[in-house]
Every structure is written in structure tokens, then in C-alpha cells.
């Protein structure tokens, strides 16, 4: 495990945004949210907080705020928050071996700087690390694949927003598998998501945030990802007759 836990620094202005944010607000009553070794989830409505809490753990952590390796320095659009600014991190004796943040809004924008940085000859080839095509010949869906198959690797600290939102079921299951196998590899990743495939990972931890921003321990069976979409499945034209207009 290399980071241990998550906390607002005491400085923080609680009277403005993001430190407004239900979420966020949790963190500095609780005094903090705990990460375990592993797979960390965190799940929760729009709005809820989850992925600014990603976002905001990836800035602490020395890595790009759009996304990339601790080594990605480039800005296209700033449109992080300053969370990351101020939260402090409680790090085990281990430090991890490599990361990688994915923000799935902008690996547009990594993909632009991967291939810029492979054509730099003052450096190594890049493309490689990343199947040895450019993310931007594969369709959104194989480079997210090619990104956890090939330049994911054991001893990692990956932290991932959404990062089904590019995948086909048969991805999500792909990845699934990829990050248990990262887990036994010694990585601890974090990831916000609503998939409930993903959220089936053996051994998993599922923090949910709630309406309210109470960030709480939930057992797969309770995600609110997984009950709604089996509500949904088992009888669809309930919930239909409420979201569509009748003719």
C-alpha cells in the first residue's frame, strides 16, 4: 500500500468551491477517508464529488492534472480544481514504482502528448509502453485497453476517473481482469466509476458518496451502480413508463 490516507489540510477555506462540495466537506468532518491496499472504488450520483476527489488525490500525488505519468508536464485547458492543492496524503514506508493518472475526459490530450514526446530524439521511443501504436490510430476504447494492458505494471499507483466511459462490456471485463492482476502485482489503484461490472472485483473496496456527501463502506450487492441497473434490467417498462412520455 502506498498511500494510506486521504485528508483536507487545516488551511482550507470551507466557504468556497470545492471545499463546498458535500464530498468534500465529509473529508474534513471525518477527518479523512482511509485507502486500502488494492482496488479502491468510489461510486456515487453526477455531482456527487468522485471524480474531483480522483482528480484532486492525482494532484497531490505528483501527477499531471489532465492526466499522464508523474513525468506528463503539459497544460491544454486548466479546468482542475484546487483541491489538490490542499489535501495532505499519509504515505506508507513504500513508495510505488510507477502510476498513471487517467482522466477520460482529456486522454485526447495525453494521446497528443505521447506522440510528441516519441518523436522527441533526445528520448527514448514512448509509443512501446503503450502497445507501440499511437492512441490516436485506435478507436478511444482500444487505447484505454492498450494504456492498462501495456504501460500499467506491477508496483503502480494508477488513479482512473471513469475510466468505462470509452469501454464496450467486454472492455469493462478486460480491465476488470487487468486490475486484479495489477492488485496481486503489488498496485493499489483508485478508481471512480458507475460501472458495475468493474465493481465486481473480488476484494475490492466500494466507497459510495451519497446525496448528503457521506462517503460510506458499501458491499457490492448495495452500490448503488449495481442496484439500479438490476432494478432496471428485471423490469424495464417500470421504469419506462415513468421516464418516457406516453404517446
Known amino acids: 500500500m502506498f498511500v494510506q490516507r486521504v485528508r483536507l489540510a487545516p488551511d482550507r477555506d470551507l466557504g468556497r468551491y470545492p471545499f463546498t462540495l458535500p464530498a ?7 477527518g479523512g477517508l482511509p485507502l486500502a491496499p488494492g482496488v479502491t472504488f468510489l461510486v456515487g450520483e453526477n455531482g456527487s464529488g468522485k471524480s474531483t476527489l ?3 488525490l492525482a ?7 489532465e492526466g499522464g505519468s508523474r513525468n506528463f508536464n ?17 504515505w506508507g514506508p513504500a513508495k510505488p514504482r510507477t502510476g498513471f493518472f487517467l482522466r477520460a475526459e482529456s486522454y485526447y490530450n495525453v494521446a497528443s502528448e505521447i506522440e ?48 468505462e466511459a470509452a469501454l464496450s462490456v467486454r472492455g469493462c471485463m478486460a480491465v476488470l481482469a487487468r486490475l486484479d492482476e495489477l492488485a496481486r502485482q503489488g498496485s493499489q489503484i483508485v478508481v471512480a466509476t458507475h460501472s458495475p461490472i468493474l ?43 415513468h421516464l418516457l412520455a406516453e404517446g
Open 24 to 30: 468534500v466537506a465529509h473529508l474534513a468532518r471525518s
Open 54 to 56: 480522483v482528480e484532486a
Open 59 to 65: 494532484v497531490a500525488a505528483g501527477f499531471n492534472p
Open 74 to 90: 503539459f497544460a491544454t485547458r486548466a479546468s482542475e480544481s484546487v483541491l489538490g492543492d490542499h489535501l495532505v496524503l499519509t
Open 116 to 163: 510528441r514526446l516519441d518523436r522527441d530524439e533526445g528520448s527514448p521511443p514512448l509509443l512501446p509502453a503503450y502497445g507501440g501504436v499511437s492512441p490516436h490510430e485506435r478507436s478511444h476504447g482500444e487505447s484505454f485497453l492498450d494504456l492498462v494492458t501495456h504501460r500499467f505494471g506491477p508496483n503502480g499507483l494508477y488513479l482512473l476517473d471513469e475510466p
Open 199 to 241: 465493481l465486481a472485483l473480488p476484494g475490492a473496496t466500494i466507497y459510495e458518496i451519497d446525496d448528503s456527501g457521506e462517503i460510506a463502506h458499501v458491499e457490492y450487492d448495495d452500490a448503488l451502480p449495481v442496484r439500479l441497473t438490476r432494478d432496471f434490467l428485471a423490469a424495464p417498462q417500470r421504469y419506462l413508463r
